[in-house]
Protein backbone atom coordinates (compact mmCIF):
# COMPACT_ATOMS: atom_id res chain seq x y z
CA UNK A 1 0.00 0.00 0.00
CA UNK A 2 3.28 2.20 0.96
CA UNK A 3 4.35 1.77 -2.18
CA UNK A 4 1.39 2.45 -4.15
CA UNK A 5 1.12 5.63 -2.53
CA UNK A 6 4.20 6.80 -3.86
CA UNK A 7 4.39 5.59 -7.36
CA UNK A 8 0.72 8.17 -7.26
CA UNK A 9 2.34 11.09 -5.32
CA UNK A 10 5.83 10.83 -8.05
CA UNK A 11 2.89 11.10 -11.33
CA UNK A 12 0.94 13.79 -9.42
CA UNK A 13 4.44 15.51 -8.94
CA UNK A 14 5.52 15.14 -12.54
CA UNK A 15 1.86 16.05 -13.19
CA UNK A 16 2.17 19.51 -11.42
CA UNK A 17 5.44 20.32 -12.54
CA UNK A 18 4.57 19.58 -16.27
CA UNK A 19 1.76 21.52 -16.50
CA UNK A 20 3.45 24.53 -14.91
CA UNK A 21 6.66 24.77 -16.94
CA UNK A 22 6.57 27.30 -19.17
CA UNK A 23 9.40 24.75 -20.70
CA UNK A 24 6.45 22.92 -22.42
CA UNK A 25 5.23 25.83 -24.25
CA UNK A 26 5.30 25.74 -28.02
CA UNK A 27 6.27 28.77 -30.68
CA UNK A 28 9.04 30.89 -31.31
CA UNK A 29 9.10 34.16 -32.12
CA UNK A 30 11.49 35.55 -35.20
CA UNK A 31 12.72 39.14 -35.65
CA UNK A 32 11.72 39.94 -39.59
CA UNK A 33 12.82 43.34 -41.19
CA UNK A 34 11.77 46.35 -39.57
CA UNK A 35 8.98 48.37 -40.82
CA UNK A 36 10.21 51.21 -43.12
CA UNK A 37 8.21 53.94 -41.92
CA UNK A 38 8.19 56.29 -38.84
CA UNK A 39 7.19 53.99 -35.54
CA UNK A 40 4.00 54.71 -34.66
CA UNK A 41 0.71 52.86 -32.96
CA UNK A 42 -2.70 52.81 -33.87
CA UNK A 43 -2.44 52.16 -37.59
CA UNK A 44 -4.26 49.85 -39.76
CA UNK A 45 -3.01 46.49 -41.76
CA UNK A 46 -4.46 44.78 -45.11
CA UNK A 47 -3.43 41.73 -47.46
CA UNK A 48 -3.64 41.91 -50.82
CA UNK A 49 -2.09 38.75 -52.76
CA UNK A 50 1.81 38.42 -51.58
CA UNK A 51 1.78 42.12 -50.06
CA UNK A 52 0.77 43.47 -46.55
CA UNK A 53 0.30 47.28 -46.16
CA UNK A 54 0.34 49.28 -42.85
CA UNK A 55 -1.00 52.84 -42.92
CA UNK A 56 -1.81 55.61 -40.82
CA UNK A 57 -0.93 55.68 -36.81
CA UNK A 58 0.64 58.25 -34.23
CA UNK A 59 4.55 58.50 -34.04
CA UNK A 60 3.92 60.38 -30.50
CA UNK A 61 3.39 63.99 -31.79
CA UNK A 62 0.88 63.66 -35.08
CA UNK A 63 -1.39 61.72 -36.56
CA UNK A 64 -0.09 60.22 -39.72
CA UNK A 65 -1.34 58.99 -43.38
CA UNK A 66 1.75 57.53 -44.97
CA UNK A 67 1.45 53.62 -46.35
CA UNK A 68 3.99 51.15 -46.90
CA UNK A 69 3.71 47.90 -47.96
CA UNK A 70 5.48 44.24 -47.39
CA UNK A 71 6.36 40.86 -49.31
CA UNK A 72 8.58 37.90 -47.91
CA UNK A 73 10.75 38.24 -51.14
CA UNK A 74 11.28 42.50 -51.25
CA UNK A 75 10.64 43.98 -47.54
CA UNK A 76 9.00 46.68 -47.11
CA UNK A 77 8.70 50.07 -49.23
CA UNK A 78 6.36 53.27 -49.28
CA UNK A 79 3.25 53.51 -51.71
CA UNK A 80 4.55 56.85 -53.51
CA UNK A 81 0.51 57.78 -54.19
CA UNK A 82 -0.98 59.57 -51.01
CA UNK A 83 -3.46 58.74 -48.85
CA UNK A 84 -6.61 61.69 -49.82
CA UNK A 85 -7.91 61.64 -46.29
CA UNK A 86 -6.88 63.64 -43.50
CA UNK A 87 -3.98 61.80 -41.23
CA UNK A 88 -5.46 59.57 -38.61
CA UNK A 89 -5.06 56.85 -36.15
CA UNK A 90 -7.40 54.36 -34.49
CA UNK A 91 -8.96 54.01 -38.35
CA UNK A 92 -10.52 50.55 -39.95
CA UNK A 93 -9.52 49.07 -43.24
CA UNK A 94 -11.14 46.23 -45.15
CA UNK A 95 -11.74 44.80 -48.43
CA UNK A 96 -14.84 45.01 -50.73
CA UNK A 97 -15.27 44.07 -54.10
CA UNK A 98 -11.51 43.54 -54.54
CA UNK A 99 -11.04 46.68 -53.67
CA UNK A 100 -9.54 48.39 -50.31
CA UNK A 101 -11.33 50.43 -47.95
CA UNK A 102 -9.55 52.79 -45.36
CA UNK A 103 -11.52 55.07 -43.00
CA UNK A 104 -12.87 56.28 -39.74
CA UNK A 105 -10.28 57.04 -37.11
CA UNK A 106 -9.45 60.25 -35.05
CA UNK A 107 -7.31 63.26 -36.06
CA UNK A 108 -4.81 65.58 -34.18
CA UNK A 109 -8.14 67.68 -32.98
CA UNK A 110 -9.70 64.73 -31.35
CA UNK A 111 -12.13 64.89 -33.85
CA UNK A 112 -13.46 61.47 -34.88
CA UNK A 113 -13.60 61.23 -38.76
CA UNK A 114 -16.53 59.16 -40.87
CA UNK A 115 -15.05 59.28 -43.96
CA UNK A 116 -13.59 55.91 -46.38
CA UNK A 117 -11.19 56.22 -49.11
CA UNK A 118 -10.60 53.02 -51.94
CA UNK A 119 -7.79 52.32 -52.86
CA UNK A 120 -6.59 50.12 -55.86
CA UNK A 121 -3.88 47.65 -55.09
CA UNK A 122 -3.12 46.58 -58.76
CA UNK A 123 -1.35 50.32 -59.54
CA UNK A 124 -1.23 51.42 -55.46
CA UNK A 125 -3.11 54.29 -55.95
CA UNK A 126 -6.29 55.99 -54.15
CA UNK A 127 -9.56 57.13 -55.08
CA UNK A 128 -9.64 60.74 -54.11
CA UNK A 129 -13.62 60.76 -53.74
CA UNK A 130 -14.44 59.56 -50.57
CA UNK A 131 -17.15 56.50 -50.70
CA UNK A 132 -20.47 57.60 -49.62
CA UNK A 133 -21.29 56.87 -46.13
CA UNK A 134 -24.66 56.86 -46.61
CA UNK A 135 -26.38 54.37 -44.11
CA UNK A 136 -22.54 53.54 -42.66
CA UNK A 137 -21.04 53.81 -39.46
CA UNK A 138 -21.04 57.31 -37.97
CA UNK A 139 -17.58 58.69 -36.95
CA UNK A 140 -15.70 56.84 -34.39
CA UNK A 141 -12.34 55.29 -33.26
CA UNK A 142 -11.25 52.05 -31.87
CA UNK A 143 -13.88 49.98 -34.30
CA UNK A 144 -12.70 46.55 -35.93
CA UNK A 145 -13.25 45.39 -39.46
CA UNK A 146 -13.10 42.36 -41.14
CA UNK A 147 -13.78 40.90 -44.89
CA UNK A 148 -16.12 37.75 -45.64
CA UNK A 149 -16.34 36.56 -49.37
CA UNK A 150 -15.81 39.66 -50.79
CA UNK A 151 -17.81 41.51 -48.41
CA UNK A 152 -16.26 44.20 -46.00
CA UNK A 153 -17.95 44.99 -42.00
CA UNK A 154 -17.30 47.36 -39.91
CA UNK A 155 -18.86 47.69 -36.38
CA UNK A 156 -18.09 48.57 -32.54
CA UNK A 157 -15.93 51.32 -31.59
CA UNK A 158 -16.12 54.67 -29.79
CA UNK A 159 -17.86 57.82 -30.79
CA UNK A 160 -21.31 59.33 -30.77
CA UNK A 161 -24.34 57.01 -30.91
CA UNK A 162 -26.99 59.35 -32.46
CA UNK A 163 -27.57 62.97 -30.35
CA UNK A 164 -25.85 60.81 -27.11
CA UNK A 165 -22.28 61.68 -25.56
CA UNK A 166 -19.06 59.69 -26.94
CA UNK A 167 -19.51 56.13 -25.87
CA UNK A 168 -18.77 52.92 -26.15
CA UNK A 169 -20.85 51.36 -29.54
CA UNK A 170 -21.94 47.92 -31.00
CA UNK A 171 -23.50 48.96 -33.98
CA UNK A 172 -22.19 46.44 -36.99
CA UNK A 173 -22.37 47.35 -41.12
CA UNK A 174 -21.22 45.28 -44.19
CA UNK A 175 -20.00 47.25 -47.24
CA UNK A 176 -20.43 45.35 -50.85
CA UNK A 177 -18.16 47.39 -53.00
CA UNK A 178 -21.13 49.34 -53.45
CA UNK A 179 -23.27 50.40 -50.36
CA UNK A 180 -23.83 49.73 -46.81
CA UNK A 181 -26.60 48.08 -44.81
CA UNK A 182 -26.80 47.39 -41.41
CA UNK A 183 -26.53 43.94 -39.46
CA UNK A 184 -27.27 43.00 -35.69
CA UNK A 185 -24.81 42.42 -33.26
CA UNK A 186 -26.03 40.72 -30.58
CA UNK A 187 -22.44 41.26 -28.07
CA UNK A 188 -21.79 44.06 -26.00
CA UNK A 189 -20.79 47.85 -26.59
CA UNK A 190 -16.86 47.35 -27.30
CA UNK A 191 -14.18 49.38 -27.98
CA UNK A 192 -10.36 48.01 -29.30
CA UNK A 193 -11.68 44.97 -29.80
CA UNK A 194 -9.27 42.37 -32.22
CA UNK A 195 -10.77 40.05 -35.14
CA UNK A 196 -9.34 37.13 -37.00
CA UNK A 197 -11.45 35.31 -39.90
CA UNK A 198 -10.86 31.61 -40.35
CA UNK A 199 -12.75 29.34 -42.72
CA UNK A 200 -15.20 32.06 -44.02
CA UNK A 201 -16.23 33.14 -39.97
CA UNK A 202 -15.14 35.65 -37.72
CA UNK A 203 -13.91 35.93 -34.75
CA UNK A 204 -14.35 38.37 -32.06
CA UNK A 205 -12.42 38.68 -29.16
CA UNK A 206 -12.03 40.58 -26.09
CA UNK A 207 -11.85 44.73 -26.09
CA UNK A 208 -12.46 47.28 -23.22
CA UNK A 209 -16.13 46.54 -21.79
CA UNK A 210 -16.53 43.22 -23.20
CA UNK A 211 -13.00 41.72 -22.04
CA UNK A 212 -14.04 38.09 -20.96
CA UNK A 213 -16.57 37.65 -24.68
CA UNK A 214 -15.51 35.84 -28.06
CA UNK A 215 -18.25 36.04 -30.95
CA UNK A 216 -18.07 34.22 -34.05
CA UNK A 217 -20.16 35.70 -37.28
CA UNK A 218 -21.23 33.42 -39.81
CA UNK A 219 -23.30 35.27 -42.65
CA UNK A 220 -24.17 32.12 -44.15
CA UNK A 221 -26.16 31.50 -40.55
CA UNK A 222 -28.30 34.69 -41.30
CA UNK A 223 -32.27 34.07 -41.07
CA UNK A 224 -35.31 34.85 -39.57
CA UNK A 225 -34.52 33.20 -36.34
CA UNK A 226 -30.57 34.10 -36.02
CA UNK A 227 -28.43 37.25 -36.87
CA UNK A 228 -25.31 34.91 -37.31
CA UNK A 229 -23.61 35.32 -34.46
CA UNK A 230 -22.66 32.55 -31.82
CA UNK A 231 -20.98 33.37 -28.51
CA UNK A 232 -18.21 31.16 -27.76
CA UNK A 233 -16.35 29.79 -25.21
CA UNK A 234 -16.32 32.60 -22.42
CA UNK A 235 -13.00 34.20 -21.13
CA UNK A 236 -14.00 34.34 -17.84
CA UNK A 237 -12.02 33.67 -14.57
CA UNK A 238 -13.17 30.19 -14.14
CA UNK A 239 -10.57 28.85 -16.94
CA UNK A 240 -6.96 28.75 -17.21
CA UNK A 241 -6.92 31.23 -19.91
CA UNK A 242 -8.05 34.32 -18.63
CA UNK A 243 -5.05 35.81 -19.96
CA UNK A 244 -6.12 35.83 -23.20
CA UNK A 245 -8.62 38.80 -22.17
CA UNK A 246 -7.35 41.97 -23.64
CA UNK A 247 -7.75 44.96 -25.66
CA UNK A 248 -5.45 46.81 -28.14
CA UNK A 249 -4.27 43.62 -28.94
CA UNK A 250 -3.16 42.19 -32.43
CA UNK A 251 -4.00 38.81 -34.00
CA UNK A 252 -3.46 36.88 -37.05
CA UNK A 253 -4.11 32.93 -38.59
CA UNK A 254 -1.88 30.24 -39.50
CA UNK A 255 -2.84 27.55 -40.56
CA UNK A 256 -6.72 27.55 -39.56
CA UNK A 257 -6.13 28.87 -36.11
CA UNK A 258 -6.29 32.41 -34.89
CA UNK A 259 -3.43 33.89 -32.37
CA UNK A 260 -3.67 36.74 -30.26
CA UNK A 261 -0.60 38.73 -28.88
CA UNK A 262 0.24 41.94 -27.21
CA UNK A 263 -2.14 44.40 -25.52
CA UNK A 264 -3.34 45.41 -21.82
CA UNK A 265 -5.42 44.28 -19.47
CA UNK A 266 -4.36 46.23 -16.28
CA UNK A 267 -0.74 45.69 -17.48
CA UNK A 268 0.70 45.04 -20.72
CA UNK A 269 -0.21 41.59 -21.62
CA UNK A 270 2.97 38.90 -22.61
CA UNK A 271 1.19 35.67 -23.12
CA UNK A 272 0.20 34.65 -26.40
CA UNK A 273 -2.84 32.10 -26.71
CA UNK A 274 -3.59 30.02 -30.41
CA UNK A 275 -7.30 29.45 -30.65
CA UNK A 276 -8.90 26.35 -32.23
CA UNK A 277 -12.60 26.45 -33.87
CA UNK A 278 -12.82 23.17 -34.43
CA UNK A 279 -12.52 22.51 -30.73
CA UNK A 280 -13.74 26.26 -29.60
CA UNK A 281 -10.95 26.41 -27.16
CA UNK A 282 -7.51 28.69 -26.35
CA UNK A 283 -3.73 27.07 -26.04
CA UNK A 284 -1.23 29.22 -24.78
CA UNK A 285 1.72 29.63 -26.30
CA UNK A 286 4.91 31.15 -26.18
CA UNK A 287 5.15 34.64 -24.18
CA UNK A 288 6.52 37.48 -26.10
CA UNK A 289 10.39 36.49 -26.21
CA UNK A 290 12.40 38.88 -24.08
CA UNK A 291 13.91 40.90 -27.05
CA UNK A 292 10.66 42.00 -27.79
CA UNK A 293 9.15 45.10 -26.10
CA UNK A 294 5.69 44.85 -24.56
CA UNK A 295 3.36 46.91 -26.24
CA UNK A 296 -0.09 47.54 -26.82
CA UNK A 297 -2.10 49.22 -30.32
CA UNK A 298 0.24 47.47 -32.37
CA UNK A 299 -0.95 46.31 -36.07
CA UNK A 300 -0.66 42.40 -37.59
CA UNK A 301 -1.26 40.36 -40.58
CA UNK A 302 -1.32 36.90 -42.13
CA UNK A 303 0.98 36.50 -45.13
CA UNK A 304 1.24 33.17 -47.17
CA UNK A 305 0.27 31.68 -44.19
CA UNK A 306 2.49 33.04 -41.87
CA UNK A 307 2.36 35.50 -39.29
CA UNK A 308 3.50 38.97 -38.72
CA UNK A 309 2.90 42.03 -36.11
CA UNK A 310 5.03 44.82 -35.72
CA UNK A 311 4.71 48.67 -34.42
CA UNK A 312 2.60 49.49 -31.10
CA UNK A 313 3.43 51.81 -28.33
CA UNK A 314 3.63 52.18 -24.25
CA UNK A 315 0.89 54.63 -23.73
CA UNK A 316 2.54 57.48 -21.49
CA UNK A 317 5.73 56.37 -21.65
CA UNK A 318 6.75 57.92 -25.24
CA UNK A 319 7.67 54.51 -26.71
CA UNK A 320 6.50 53.68 -30.40
CA UNK A 321 7.94 51.35 -32.17
CA UNK A 322 9.08 49.73 -35.78
CA UNK A 323 10.54 46.41 -35.14
CA UNK A 324 8.91 43.29 -37.31
CA UNK A 325 8.41 40.21 -35.75
CA UNK A 326 7.17 36.53 -37.26
CA UNK A 327 5.65 33.47 -34.93
CA UNK A 328 6.35 30.02 -35.63
CA UNK A 329 3.82 28.46 -34.08
CA UNK A 330 5.26 25.18 -33.96
CA UNK A 331 8.73 25.67 -33.59
CA UNK A 332 10.38 25.63 -29.97
CA UNK A 333 11.89 29.05 -28.79
CA UNK A 334 15.29 29.43 -29.60
CA UNK A 335 17.64 32.46 -28.37
CA UNK A 336 19.66 31.61 -32.03
CA UNK A 337 16.89 33.03 -33.91
CA UNK A 338 16.79 36.37 -32.74
Given at each position: ?????????????????????D?????????????????????????????????????????????????????????????P?????????????????V????????????????????????????????????????????????????????G??????????????????????????????????T?????????????????????????????????????????????????????????????????????R??????????????????????????????????????????????T???????????????????????????
Amino acid sequence: MKQRLLIVLFALSLFVTSCGSDNDLVGNWIKSSSFEGRARSGAVSFVVGDYAYVGTGYDGKDALKTFYKYSLQDGWSKIDSEFPGAERREAVAFVANNKVYVGLGVDDDDERLGDFYEFDPTNDTWNPIPVDMTDGPSARQGAIAFTINGVGYVGTGYGFQEDEDRNNLKDFYKYDGSSWAKIAFDGEKSRNSTVFVIDNKAYVVSGENSLKYVWEYDPTKVSANSNGWTRKEDLDDDNDWEEVQRSQAISFVINGRGYIATGRNAGLSREVWEYDPSRDHWDEKTSLEDEIASREDAVAFSLNNRGFFTTGTVVGSGAYFDDTWEFNPTMEEDDDDN
